[in-house]
C-alpha cells in the first residue's frame, strides 16, 4: 500500500506551511491540508491563491466548494505541463 502526502508550499518564504500523509489520494485529503495551511498562517485580507496540478482531489466538487467557502482562488496548470508547478526550489507547490 503506498503512503500519500499533500503539501502546501508558500511560496513568499518558500518553506512548507502545512503537509499531510494519509494512505488514500482523495479530496479529503486536500482539504485537511488546505485547511491546516490556512491554520498555519496569518488572515490574508483579499484571499489566497491556490496553484496545483489537475488531480481529482484538486479538481472534486467537495475541494472546488472548500476552496470557495473560504475564499481560495484556484489555478492549476494545463494538462499535460507541469512545468509551471516548479517554484525555482525543485518542490512543487501546492501539492
Known amino acids: 500500500m503506498s503512503a500519500y502526502n ?18 488514500h489520494i482523495a479530496s479529503d485529503l486536500a482539504v485537511r491540508a488546505l485547511q491546516k495551511a490556512l491554520d ?11 496553484h496545483s496540478a489537475q488531480g481529482s482531489q484538486y479538481t472534486s466538487k467537495a475541494f472546488i466548494e472548500f476552496c470557495e467557502s473560504v475564499h481560495v482562488s484556484q489555478s492549476m496548470s494545463k494538462a499535460g505541463y507541469p ?13
Do not use: E
Open 6 to 23: 499533500c503539501s502546501m508550499i508558500g511560496l513568499y518564504g518558500r518553506s512548507v506551511v502545512a503537509s499531510i500523509t494519509d494512505w
Open 40 to 50: 498555519a498562517q496569518h488572515p490574508v485580507k483579499d484571499g489566497l491563491i491556490l
Open 83 to 95: 512545468y509551471d508547478n516548479d517554484n525555482g526550489t525543485g518542490r512543487h507547490p501546492f501539492g
